[in-house]
């Protein structure tokens, strides 16, 4: 299976100045518009099927009103004998598919992304899942790996950290946890980003997407000070599809076949009950074999 490494490194920086210029972007935030609708996954972690699924379902050439947010897509099963994880190419296609379609395809930034922008952070019974992902690369672009490498780094750094409808819903990958919640700077959302703003524990990007077990109190927190009603995030696994914590946090998975994705209508407002309705599960997608 050869790949062109031009081919591929032009199609991730292109995806990288997409999603730099994207119109909806206000800073780190994705501001969709008041009509229209939204499909939303959840962490995808190389799965695939679901990735072919949501995409052929989404059919975004022929729903120029649909917008499509991807988030948490490398770091999943396809190992090679020697231990070599693929899944840079997930990457590269939702990177082809944002240069398709720039006004419709959006993504949030995640625990992972940054893992791998430091090379490290994330083990997976005993090995580094990110030395995996990086000797995956090398493995298919032999001498261009330091570019490759170069250039999924600032694919990854031009992911946004948010999106918001403007009935009230925000989306990011996690939020921080409660201790943090107090002295959190919300101000990352409307700024541009420095080195600081990243860096382990203390930065509040790795605090927004590596927060786990929220409570509903600092759910409330959270969603008062991003002026928003209800929130929608991947991040903590969720074997029947999805999980809701309190009344306004929904958590959604997508990485295996009772995962979910959830379209909604930009246009109309929704309570956690309706959004729930709203839950489509990947097993239930039906699509003819590849
Ligand atoms: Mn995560």
């Known amino acids: 299976m050869p ?18 210029l994207d119109p909806l972007r206000d800073q780190q935030v994705i501001k969709l518009p008041p009509e229209g609708e939204l499909w939303i996954a959840g962490d995808i972690h190389d799965h695939r ?20 947010i991807l988030q948490e897509l490398i770091h999943g099963d396809h190992y090679d004998e020697k231990g070599r994880e693929g899944s840079w190419e997930l990457l590269y296609r939702a990177a082809e598919l944002k240069c398709d379609f720039p006004n419709q395809v959006h993504f949030l930034f995640a625990n ?26 090398k493995r298919d672009f032999g001498d261009r790996t330091t570019t490759m490498n170069v250039t999924i780094t600032e694919f990854l750094l031009s992911i946004p950290l948010a999106a918001r409808t ?15 919640m107090d002295d959190f700077d919300f101000t990352i959302f409307d700024r541009p980003l420095s080195g600081e703003d990243y860096l382990r524990r203390k930065g509040p990007v790795y605090q927004l997407i590596w927060g786990r077990n929220i ?16 929130i929608v995030t991947g991040h903590q696994p969720q074997e029947a599809g999805y999980l809701v914590n309190g009344e306004k946090h929904l958590i959604i998975a997508s990485d295996h076949n009772q995962g979910v994705f959830l379209p909604i209508d930009l246009a109309r407002e929704y309570t956690m009950e309706q959004l729930v309705e709203r839950l489509t599960k990947f097993v239930a997608v039906d699509l003819p074999e590849e």
């Not at 403007?166 to 943090?180: A, E, K, L, N, V």
């Open 215 to 230: 409570t509903p109190a600092g759910v409330d927190r959270f969603l008062e000070k991003v002026d928003a009603k209800l």
């Open 3 to 20: 790949f062109d490494a031009d081919q591929v490194m032009e199609t991730f920086a292109s995806a990288t100045e997409e999603n730099q």
């Open 112 to 137: 992972h992304d940054l893992a791998q922008i430091h090379g490290e952070g994330i083990m997976k019974a005993g090995l580094s899942v990110c030395e995996a992902f990086t000797a995956g690369v």
């Open 49 to 68: 099927n679901n990735f072919r699924k949501l995409t052929m379902a989404a059919d975004l050439g022929n729903n120029p009103q649909r917008h499509l």
């Open 166 to 180: 403007q009935t009230g819903i925000f989306f990011s990958h996690s939020m921080p946890t409660d201790d943090q």
